[in-house]
């Protein structure tokens, strides 16, 4: 019903301005204007507002994911519910703890996203503790990961800089974990959320926008019957008024709303060498 309520309004609506600038413009740059000029309208109207519905109902289904040229992500989104921290101990020197053979010591704890839905924390196994990036006695260094089409768990390594003169180590800005053989990852601040970038998104983002160029010259050009130089620059202004105004509200419009956790703690993200240790 909410798809149908946007297609009629934007049938309307659209028909209404063809049929006003249209008259206007016509009447202006042409001495035979187009006839049966509502008519025209109506069928621009019908095949523009036709479309922008159609990629409403296609965000709706797929959020965020076939946006526009100044929107889109190059990528499709795998929701997980659990996960395997591998931390790294710090011990009394606050230096990382090494193992016999000079490698840091790596703890694996396991957690769960907590009751709530997609917006709850995830907490820990057995102590049902908010995951927690690093604090004085550990930093995250890696996560590990069964996607749905994963045998084993993946490891995504968190992108860490090393100081060369003092060896000390620090998240990178971009706050990430990704994965040691493969272009996925998961971004620290959002853990549940597997990014895989993806071809084919790009590749049908790019239709939908070019198509949606291709709408407005066919709208504009043999429906109304503007002169092939006008209706390029109509063309132009119209696809980027759409892209940058129309499309983001109906997509907000029709986009489901995440209901978050009430409570739900932000991710810790500090300097674990500047933190003071638990006894």
Known sequence: MTLLLVFVLLVVGLTAMF???????????????????????????????????????????????????????????IEFTEFEAVRWPIGGDRHFKKDASGKD??????????????????????????????????????????????????????????NPRTKAKEYAPERRFVEEKGSRYVEAVQPGTLFVPSTGTIVVSLLLNFALLLMWLVVTWPVLRYAFIHALGLTAVGALVTMLALMPLLFKFNRPTPKPAPGAPAVALVDPFDQPRSS
């Open 19 to 77: 049929l006003g600038i249209t008259v206007v413009a016509h009447g202006y740059l042409y001495q035979d204007p187009a006839p049966r000029l509502p008519i025209r309208a109506l069928i621009g109207g019908l095949l523009l507002g036709g479309f922008l519905t159609l990629w409403a109902t296609i965000d709706k289904s797929r959020p965020g994911q076939y946006d526009t040229f100044f929107n889109f992500v190059p990528y499709t989104t």
């Open 105 to 162: 010591v790596e703890v694996i704890v396991k957690f769960k996203r907590g009751v709530g839905g997609k917006g709850a924390p995830f907490v820990e196994e057995g102590t049902n503790e908010a995951f927690k990036m690093n604090t004085g006695d550990y930093m995250t260094g890696a996560i590990r990961v069964k996607g749905p089409d994963d045998s084993e768990p993946v490891r995504y390594k968190a992108m860490v800089n090393e």
